[in-house]
């Protein structure tokens, strides 16, 4: 199972500003090895995002504890946008529909995509999107390979999140790619995973035409509980 990046972040601390406060940003580039802070950014402010949804799909997954029990049920739409301006592609991740079963109360504390070794990456999320909460920050690996949408404070449901925006130099995408989603369980503090696979990444070659057969919901749900870090 793809491990979680052990990255640490720092919160913001003070605001220099009022009119930054309340500027919206456009996306900004996340290089390798990188952190940047997330203000939300929308097509009006960054018209390069503006663009034709190529492909869609939303994944429904379920949350168990090592007994078997169901904690969480919930919708990850993957979608890959293809930009009107510069023709490149930018994939968008949502988390949607989530509830909470059997009177447990959970939270995801972040979520990280992978598949984006060698390319660019200009990285926000959309605040004219539907969806309740952003991420605050956005992280990359040394490797450049993972991304991860880090909340401020846990998203919990019925929340769902605003959809994440990751514009790529990119022109084809495969579904090679890998969802991975951080989870507290708020009553316990137990941490717990779920992985999803089968989401768009970039490619270097064009999506077999045999993945188009299999639709939406393509994959289901792995979740399993660790022990919760010190410190």
Same mark, same amino acid.
């Given at each position: ?51 034709? =949804? ?6 429904? $997954? ?17 979608? =890959? ?24 109360? =959970? ?5 990280? =995509?992978?598949?984006?070794? &060698? ?22 690996? &040394?490797?450049?390979?993972?991304? @991860? $949408?880090?909340?401020? $404070? ?11 925006? @990751? ?26 995973? @779920? ?18 057969? $299999? ?15 010190? &410190?």
């Amino acid at each position: 199972m793809l491990k979680r990046l052990s990255i640490h972040f720092s919160k913001l601390t003070a605001i220099i500003g009022l009119g930054l406060w309340f500027t919206t940003a456009s996306a900004a580039i996340l290089s390798p090895g990188s952190n940047i802070d997330l203000n939300g950014t929308t097509a009006a402010a960054d018209p390069d995002l503006a663009g034709t =949804v190529v492909h869609e799909n939303l994944i429904g $997954f379920t949350l168990t504890d090592p007994s078997g029990a169901t904690l969480l049920t919930g919708n990850y739409l993957d979608r =890959v946008i293809r930009s009107t301006n510069t023709g490149q592609l930018i994939f968008s991740g949502r988390l949607q529909d989530l509830t909470n079963v059997g009177g447990n109360s =959970v939270g995801i504390d972040d979520w990280s =995509v992978s598949g984006f070794s &060698g390319y660019q990456t200009d990285v926000e999320y959309r605040s004219d999107g539907l969806g309740d909460v952003g991420p605050y920050l956005a992280a990359r690996s &040394g490797d450049g390979d993972n991304i @991860i $949408f880090e909340f401020d $404070f846990q998203l919990e449901p019925p929340e769902s999140s605003l959809p994440s925006s @990751i514009a790529t130099d990119a022109t084809l995408f495969d579904l090679s790619g890998t969802a991975f989603f951080s989870i507290e369980n708020l009553i316990t503090f137990d941490d717990l995973e @779920i992985e999803l696979t089968g989401i768009a990444a970039p490619s270097p070659v064009p999506l077999p035409a045999a993945f188009w057969m $299999f639709g939406s919901g393509l994959i289901g749900l792995i979740g399993i509980q660790r022990q919760r870090r010190k &410190g």
